[in-house]
């Protein structure tokens, strides 16, 4: 059950990603947004929570250090997208960095979700390492 909730959790992040995304197209003023990109902020300034919860259930779910390792790291990406756009008065080639941190925080995130489901999937009782392990060869 844990494990099941854990990979629901880290599906609904990168749900969270993708309408971020999206909010963000609806703002670009050359897409014929409104150039705003207050909904944008505000969304993507609350979501944070939702990888929180998939760094907690983690726990209960019993997986690996490791894959508590990457959730915590997936969140710490998140911490540092929402701070890059503050750079833009120190640094524009700093805050330029926030679309490249989100593709690489997307990216991270659509693995451990898949990796996640995986785990959720195995056998009840099965550890959570044995997903990490290579199949054999027959």
Do not use: C
Not at 31 to 55: E, K, M, P, R, Y
Not at 104 to 128: E, K, T
């Amino acid at each position: 059950m844990w494990r099941t909730l854990h990979a629901w959790a880290a599906m609904l992040w990168v749900a969270a990603i993708v309408v971020q995304v999206f909010l963000a197209g609806l703002a670009i003023a050359n897409l014929g947004g409104s150039g705003d990109f207050s909904t944008h902020a505000d969304f993507g300034s609350n979501i944070g929570f939702v990888q929180l919860v998939t760094l907690i259930l983690a726990f209960p779910a019993r997986m690996s250090g490791r894959d508590k390792w990457i959730s915590a790291g997936i969140l710490g990406l998140y911490v540092v997208q929402i701070l890059l756009p503050g750079f833009e008065t120190a640094s524009q080639v700093i805050s330029a960095l926030h679309p490249l941190n989100a593709m690489l925080l997307f990216a991270a995130s659509v693995w451990y979700a898949r990796h996640a489901w995986r785990i959720a999937s195995m056998p009840a009782g099965a550890p959570a390492v044995a997903a990490e392990a290579p199949a054999k060869a027959s």
